[in-house]
């Protein structure tokens, strides 16, 4: 399920940092919790596990700012909103996350984004559902937020995470391997039912997955936590794909997000078919 949030600025030239993934990233949970801690709590901490990794089955997308500009503060870079409104698309798979988060939304509608320099205000205007898509077998999709891949490497004797392209000849097989382990973990998970996740029977014929990245593609490193001692930086890709396989796969994608890390505003994309 996906929804179109429309931001209204409480007073105008507004700032924003540029790295605003992890803010909006905070914003969603928060808004959750207002309706349900606990559920919240869950989210954050858990969602649904495969061995070590945790799935959270949400993404969201770039803002969607007609008018802004870039404007340097104390040594970091902050966008200047100049439009009076904006939006934000934010795509989740549980129906019971959808729930909280428009919960949330409602019991407080204005949004604070700050970090050691600015704080920003925000009236959620619109809250808008999304129509939904018909899955088929073949679809192609473009990128609304950098998709994220990575794979394990050693550096300087350390284990690390290498952020791989899609010129990279592995691209197709992390891309395919990493979306086949989120929908796997939806059917062998107890609690998706619980949590309103619609799921499938797997089959060995479903997992028959292939992927093509088309046209150009662009690099985009985002700073996560910026100015912390948790600072990291996440490199990501925006480009056209086709993907072929169990539409329920390609759903699960869609809804969830493609790639690693789309919690935090990554992988998520838009269909270049017509909704219903």
């Given at each position: 399920m996906r929804i179109k949030i429309t931001f209204k600025q409480t007073k105008p030239d507004q700032l924003m940092p540029i790295n605003y993934q992890y803010p909006l990233h905070s914003f969603i949970y928060h808004t959750i919790e207002r309706s349900d801690s606990e559920y919240s709590k869950w989210l954050h901490e858990s969602g649904l596990m495969s061995g070590n990794k945790?799935?959270?089955?949400?993404?969201?997308?770039?803002?969607?700012?007609?008018?802004?500009?870039?404007?340097?503060?104390y040594g970091k870079k902050y966008i200047n909103i100049?439009?009076?409104?904006?939006?934000?698309?934010?795509?989740m798979l549980s129906e019971k996350t959808v729930e909280h988060f428009i919960i949330g939304m409602f019991q407080k509608q204005r949004v604070k984004i700050y970090d050691g320099n600015i704080e920003s205000e925000f009236f959620i205007n619109t809250v808008e559902m999304i129509p939904g898509l018909e899955f088929i077998r073949e679809m192609t999709f473009k990128t609304i937020s950098p998709v994220v891949l990575s794979r394990n490497t050693i550096y300087n004797g350390k284990e690390s995470q290498e952020y791989i392209s899609p010129a990279d000849k592995e691209y197709a097989g992390f891309f395919?391997?990493?979306?086949?382990?989120?929908?796997?973990?939806?059917y062998q998970s107890r609690q998706a039912s619980s949590h309103n996740i619609e799921i499938n029977n797997i089959t060995e014929d479903s997992q028959t997955l292939t992927f093509e990245q088309t046209g150009e593609y662009k690099s985009k490193l985002i700073t996560i936590k910026e100015g912390t001692h948790e600072e990291s930086r996440v490199r990501g890709y925006f480009y056209t794909f086709r993907l072929k396989g169990d539409p329920d796969i390609i759903r699960t994608g869609y809804e969830a997000g493609f790639g690693k890390q789309c919690s935090l505003g990554f992988g998520c994309a838009e269909s270049l078919r017509k909704h219903f």
């Open positions: 945790k799935f959270k089955y949400f993404t969201f997308s770039k803002l969607n700012i007609p008018d802004s500009g870039i404007t340097d503060l100049k439009s009076d409104r904006f939006d934000l698309t934010v795509s395919i391997k990493n979306l086949l382990e989120k929908h796997n973990t939806l």
